[in-house]
Antibody, heavy 120, light 110 residues
Framework: EVQVLESGGGLVQPGGSLRLSCAAS????????MTWVRQAPGKGLEWVSS????????FYADSVKGRFAISRDNSKNTLYLQMNNLRAEDTALYYC?????????????WGQGTLVTVSS | QSALTQPPSASGSPGQSVTISCTGT?????????VSWFQQHPGKAPKLLIS???KRPSGVPDRFSGSKSGNTASLTVSGLQAEDEGDYYC??????????FGGGTKLTVL
């Protein structure tokens, strides 16, 4: 069974940093692009960042470019999101999602999300 | 990276059909056959209903169907059931490795 499980969320002050992790199982992790999507409380979905299977390509939304860094460790079947210089508007539930194959094909497996709250 | 446009709400009675639209531009919806639709129930993760405009993953009922014309994609839910109530989001590949979502549509089964 395909599963992705996020962790690492929490309360952080503005300007602080946080690292999210996403543990994957049930599929050949290195063969699939992976994506982070966030959802602010009561709001819609927002694409954050994506990474290719071999980690040779990374992509970011303008809202996080220069502050967030996506990475993956294919030997550990784990996806990461390093978030620096956090702002109040980054407060959201962060989902990890697996691509059908690559990003343009769609996202067919989602975790339950990890909550990030940026507040003083 | 502007959000795709969806109606904020839609509704229908059990057994009826309802169509939700998703309007973008030639840089996203109109430029790629890469539109997806997701269903989200309260407190739950999104679930993929449709990928690549009209492909249904295994396990998704054939009551759900997708189409696209120009810069507008559509999701049709036929034979509405109570469990179809929830939020629906479209997304499209936007080129240069980006993805853009719609603002979401709240579907109410009357």
């Amino acid at each position: 069974e395909v599963q992705v499980l996020e962790s690492g969320g929490g309360l952080v002050q503005p300007g602080g940093s946080l690292r999210l992790s996403c543990a994957a199982s049930g599929f050949t992790f290195s063969s699939y692009s992976m994506t982070w999507v966030r959802q602010a409380p009561g709001k819609g979905l927002e694409w954050v960042s994506s990474i290719s299977g071999a980690a040779d390509y990374t992509f970011y939304a303008d809202s996080v470019k220069g502050r967030f860094a996506i990475s993956r460790d294919n030997s550990k079947n784990t996806l990461y999101l390093q978030m620096n210089n956090l702002r109040a508007e980054d407060t959201a539930l962060y989902y990890c999602a697996k691509a059908v194959l690559v990003l343009k094909d769609g996202l067919d497996a989602w975790g339950q999300g990890t909550l990030v709250t940026v507040s003083s | 990276q502007s959000a795709l446009t969806q109606p904020p709400s839609a509704s229908g009675s059990p057994g009826q059909s309802v169509t939700i639209s998703c309007t973008g531009t030639s840089s996203d919806v109109g430029g790629y056959n890469s539109v997806s639709w997701f269903q989200q129930h309260p407190g739950k993760a999104p679930k993929l209903l449709i990928s690549e405009v009209s492909k249904r993953p295994s396990g998704v009922p054939d009551r759900f169907s997708g189409s696209k014309s120009g810069n507008t994609a559509s999701l049709t839910v036929s034979g509405l059931q109570a469990e179809d109530e929830g939020d629906y989001y479209c997304s499209s590949f936007g080129g240069s490795g980006s993805l853009v979502f719609g603002g979401g549509t709240k579907l109410t089964v009357l």
